[in-house]
């Protein structure tokens, strides 16, 4: 399979602490991409790294890349309630055939920031 | 306001009816695509388009049906072969470039009866 795979499945923590989210794939990629979303809505681009980047930064979110393991990882710090979502990685490989990359996403992890 | 809507949010359907999902974009994106999630499971890519009047089926396109007529719309017919619709289906669009970044729609979930 091309697509994705996160780990843990859910992560429980407190605010303020620290979160770390992890992700495998199999196959060469364009670009990977992480995801958030909220119970029962669609899901909103956090971050975007490309094959050639190693770390990449956006706000209170890191991401790193490790194109020799094939994964990657979300680190969220001073997390807060808000933070209470789920996050999926989603991989960018060509389609064959086609021009168009394909998404592949995880089945994302379960991040539960307690008050 | 710019964005990506789908209509309805909530749909029942009872087995052996066809149901038409809307999706529409005023962000000017040439790729369109849709998706299912079932509980607990990422997203599943049952469709997509790369251009106005066509599309190519994605991982599970059995069951289902699109046109693209025009660049805002995408809609998802989910059809009576489809064997166990019920789902929370989302729809994306994307400038095109397949590197892109995708946006999504809020999602329509879908109970068969």
């Known amino acids: 399979s091309q697509q994705g795979e996160e780990d843990p499945q859910a992560l429980s923590i407190q605010e303020g602490e620290n979160a770390t989210m992890n992700c495998s794939y199999k196959?060469?990629?364009?670009?990977l991409q992480w995801y958030r979303q909220n119970s029962g809505r669609g899901l909103v681009h956090l971050i975007l790294i490309r094959s050639n980047e190693r770390e990449k930064h956006s706000g209170r979110l890191r991401v790193t890349l490790d194109t020799s393991k094939k994964s990657s990882s979300l680190l969220i710090t001073a997390s807060r309630a808000a933070d209470t979502a789920s996050y999926f990685c989603?991989?960018?490989?060509?389609?064959?055939?086609?021009?168009?990359?394909?998404?592949?996403f995880g089945r994302g992890t379960q991040l539960t920031v307690w008050p | 306001d710019g964005g990506i809507t789908q209509s309805p949010k909530y749909l029942f359907r009872k087995e052996g009816q066809n149901v038409t999902l809307s999706c529409e974009q005023n962000l000017n994106h040439d790729a369109m695509y849709w998706y299912r999630q079932d509980p607990g499971q990422g997203l599943r890519l049952i469709y997509y388009s790369q251009i106005v009047n066509d599309f190519q089926k994605g991982d599970i396109a059995e069951g289902y049906s699109v046109s693209r007529e025009k660049k805002e719309s995408f809609p998802l017919t989910v059809t009576s072969a489809q064997k166990n619709p019920t789902a929370f289906y989302l729809c994306?669009?994307?400038?095109?470039?397949?590197?892109?970044?995708?946006?999504f729609g809020p999602g329509t979930r879908l109970t068969v009866l």
């Open positions: 196959t060469s990629i364009n670009n």
């Open positions: 994306a669009s994307s400038r095109g470039q397949g590197t892109d970044t995708q946006y």
């Open positions: 989603a991989t960018v490989s060509p389609d064959r055939g086609s021009t168009l990359g394909r998404l592949y």
